[in-house]
């Protein structure tokens, strides 16, 4: 289900050293926390497990003090929670004197999969550097090993390649540090019902191993900022960490380097300085309208609200650009949004929904610093619902169709209810029918799955958003989830948009919104 993304062959970018000067002075410091494996384990084949391996516990850390390890030999420690820093560890030699170089493996895995199943192949369509493991070559024992890569892993996988036949090596005082920028939680809403709390937990140390010099969408893959991403993470920190500054050097991160027109990039890219991806989606760009306006509701922040609101509106104009004759935006190949990971899906329609969820953003947003705005965005209002439902609703099926072969999806329903379009007996029925006569063209990602729970927040249906999240991100907490992932299908475990589930991330930004959906009310 692979999905291309554009690459510009003139991509001319636009940078603004006021806004980029002040996110360098907003880059929060990075915590440290060291922690010991927890045990070593061993790997079984078993299609029972939902990765479809078993981890056994055999052993404890401490054991490998008296354990020589010969060429062949290899050490699966379980650290016993997700985390993201480095891996540090004495080596030493055992039996004769070392007589030649010892070559040694590191595999790191969030799942098991990833240090049980080769990775000679993989054949995904996204780099396999991105497969997380490291070869060493060490001359002369004893050396305390510092690896220098972050990596994102709950397993480690340690193998000896190559001593010689005559000396082996001891590992000891093997230990990782993990780094994250969030601070220490404040107190926060303790759930009755165990599932629940659990999820509550899962949420928050996915959003705190996300927090890094910036909100990240992953740690392991693929360590950028993504607007779509950052919109989702800055709600959640508001309710958890609640470090606004880091919310605001990413804001002013996007508006400081973009296309050339002013468009936001979907993307970018921290080293080797900061750097807009030439990757540009529709439904991003305008996010980063709807980000300022939850930062400002949240902090009442006006100075950054004036001083970002131009690259705010800039989005709506770039997207305006976009609508046809009937005021909807064209169904074209010629301009992407994302929406969702589902190959089949047509955009038309919920990215209508977006724009005009957008729009919403954009007023409150307009009423705050450009009054003279507030017309125009009314008006704007008025004109994309009332096409939608002129031209996008299907009153004899019930539904919101997308493109020109009317294609129904759940992702059009629900970016149309989070648009407001239709009064609320009718946002209610559509939600009904959503689960009575279910679209064929379903939600792929915890992303999506989010938008459709705060669809039914929004229409006053919390006993069901609940369920819902009990339901989907509790399956993953049955599953053995330790941070939430990026693509889940309960039907198919090994699903991935790339081709291969061990590229897949396994802690992923845009899966950390239950904690603030349960805090909705």
Not at 79 to 90: A, D, M
Not at 330 to 348: G, R, T
Not at 423 to 440: C, G, K, M, V, W
């Given at each position: 289900m692979a999905q291309g993304f554009q690459q510009l062959k003139d991509h001319r970018l636009k940078r603004n050293s006021r806004f980029l000067q002040l996110a360098?002075?907003?880059?929060?410091?990075?915590?440290?926390?060291?922690?010991?494996?927890?045990?070593?384990?061993?790997?079984?084949?078993?299609?029972?497990?939902?990765?479809?391996?078993?981890?056994?516990?055999i052993a404890t850390p401490d054991s490998l003090d008296a354990q020589r390890l010969n060429t062949g030999d290899e050490v699966i420690l379980d650290l016993g929670t997700h985390c993201v820093g480095y891996l540090h560890l004495s080596c030493e030699v055992m039996g004769s004197p070392q007589d030649a170089p010892v070559h040694l493996q590191f595999i790191f895995g969030e799942i098991t999969p990833e240090v049980a199943e080769d990775f000679a192949d993989y054949s995904g369509w996204l780099s396999s550097s991105w497969l997380q493991q490291e070869h060493r070559y060490i001359d002369v024992l004893p050396e305390n090993i510092q690896l220098a890569r972050r990596y994102c892993c709950r397993y480690v996988k340690i193998r000896v390649v190559a001593t010689s036949q005559k000396f082996g090596i001891r590992l000891s005082d093997i230990a990782f540090t993990c780094v994250s920028s969030a601070q220490t939680l404040p107190a926060l809403t303790r759930f009755s019902d165990p599932l629940l709390q659990k999820i509550d937990d899962i949420s928050v140390l996915t959003?705190?191993?996300?927090?890094?010099?910036?909100?990240?969408?992953?740690?392991?893959?693929d360590r950028r900022l993504w607007l779509g991403d950052l919109r989702l993470q800055a709600l959640?920190?508001?309710?958890?960490?609640?470090?606004?500054?880091?919310?605001?050097?990413?804001?002013?991160?996007?508006?400081?380097?973009?296309?050339?027109?002013?468009?936001?990039?979907?993307?970018?890219?921290m080293q080797p300085e900061v750097i807009a991806d030439d990757t540009y989606l529709l439904d991003y760009s305008l996010f980063f309208v709807a980000t300022l306006a939850d930062y400002f509701a949240h902090s009442g922040d006006r100075e950054?609200?004036?001083?970002?609101?131009?690259?705010?509106?800039?989005?709506?104009?770039?997207?305006?650009?976009?609508?046809?004759?009937?005021?909807?935006?064209?169904?074209?190949?010629?301009?992407?949004?994302?929406?969702?990971?589902?190959?089949?899906?047509?955009?038309?329609?919920?990215?209508?929904?977006?724009?005009?969820?957008?729009?919403?953003?954009?007023?409150?947003?307009?009423?705050?610093?450009?009054?003279?705005?507030?017309?125009?965005?009314?008006?704007?209002?008025?004109?994309?619902?009332?096409a939608s439902m002129q031209h996008l609703w299907q009153p004899e099926m019930g539904f919101f169709a997308s493109g020109k072969d009317k294609q129904i999806s759940w992702a059009s329903q629900v970016w149309m209810i989070l648009a407001g379009v239709g009064d609320e007996t009718f946002q209610l029925a559509l939600l009904n029918r959503l689960s009575s006569d279910a679209p064929a063209i379903a939600l792929q990602t915890p992303y999506m799955m989010h938008h459709y729970v705060e669809a039914l927040i929004q229409c006053g249906q919390h006993a069901g958003a609940e369920q819902v999240i009990k339901a989907y991100w509790g399956e993953m907490v049955n599953r053995g989830a330790d941070t939430f992932w990026e693509v889940f299908n309960a039907e198919d475990a090994t699903l991935s948009p790339y081709g291969s589930h061990l590229i897949n991330s396994y802690c992923h930004a845009w899966s950390c919104t239950p904690a603030w959906l349960l805090r909705q009310k």
């Amino acid at each position: 289900m692979a999905q291309g993304f554009q690459q510009l062959k003139d991509h001319r970018l636009k940078r603004n050293s006021r806004f980029l000067q002040l996110a360098e002075s907003l880059t929060p410091e990075l915590q440290q926390t060291t922690i010991r494996p927890r045990a070593i384990v061993r790997l079984h084949k078993d299609d029972r497990h939902p990765h479809g391996w078993f981890a056994e516990d055999i052993a404890t850390p401490d054991s490998l003090d008296a354990q020589r390890l010969n060429t062949g030999d290899e050490v699966i420690l379980d650290l016993g929670t997700h985390c993201v820093g480095y891996l540090h560890l004495s080596c030493e030699v055992m039996g004769s004197p070392q007589d030649a170089p010892v070559h040694l493996q590191f595999i790191f895995g969030e799942i098991t999969p990833e240090v049980a199943e080769d990775f000679a192949d993989y054949s995904g369509w996204l780099s396999s550097s991105w497969l997380q493991q490291e070869h060493r070559y060490i001359d002369v024992l004893p050396e305390n090993i510092q690896l220098a890569r972050r990596y994102c892993c709950r397993y480690v996988k340690i193998r000896v390649v190559a001593t010689s036949q005559k000396f082996g090596i001891r590992l000891s005082d093997i230990a990782f540090t993990c780094v994250s920028s969030a601070q220490t939680l404040p107190a926060l809403t303790r759930f009755s019902d165990p599932l629940l709390q659990k999820i509550d937990d899962i949420s928050v140390l996915t959003l705190k191993n996300c927090m890094q010099s910036v909100f990240e969408d992953g740690p392991k893959r693929d360590r950028r900022l993504w607007l779509g991403d950052l919109r989702l993470q800055a709600l959640v920190n508001y309710h958890t960490f609640q470090q606004d500054s880091l919310v605001r050097r990413c804001l002013y991160l996007f508006a400081g380097v973009t296309r050339e027109d002013g468009m936001v990039a979907a993307n970018l890219f921290m080293q080797p300085e900061v750097i807009a991806d030439d990757t540009y989606l529709l439904d991003y760009s305008l996010f980063f309208v709807a980000t300022l306006a939850d930062y400002f509701a949240h902090s009442g922040d006006r100075e950054t609200v004036e001083d970002l609101w131009p690259t705010a509106w800039r989005q709506i104009e770039l997207a305006l650009e976009r609508l046809d004759a009937d005021d909807l935006l064209q169904d074209s190949e010629q301009w992407w949004a994302f929406i969702d990971w589902h190959e089949q899906l047509n955009k038309q329609a919920p990215a209508q929904g977006v724009f005009i969820y957008c729009l919403q953003k954009a007023l409150i947003l307009a009423e705050a610093v450009a009054p003279a705005s507030v017309a125009v965005i009314e008006q704007l209002l008025r004109r994309l619902k009332d096409a939608s439902m002129q031209h996008l609703w299907q009153p004899e099926m019930g539904f919101f169709a997308s493109g020109k072969d009317k294609q129904i999806s759940w992702a059009s329903q629900v970016w149309m209810i989070l648009a407001g379009v239709g009064d609320e007996t009718f946002q209610l029925a559509l939600l009904n029918r959503l689960s009575s006569d279910a679209p064929a063209i379903a939600l792929q990602t915890p992303y999506m799955m989010h938008h459709y729970v705060e669809a039914l927040i929004q229409c006053g249906q919390h006993a069901g958003a609940e369920q819902v999240i009990k339901a989907y991100w509790g399956e993953m907490v049955n599953r053995g989830a330790d941070t939430f992932w990026e693509v889940f299908n309960a039907e198919d475990a090994t699903l991935s948009p790339y081709g291969s589930h061990l590229i897949n991330s396994y802690c992923h930004a845009w899966s950390c919104t239950p904690a603030w959906l349960l805090r909705q009310k």
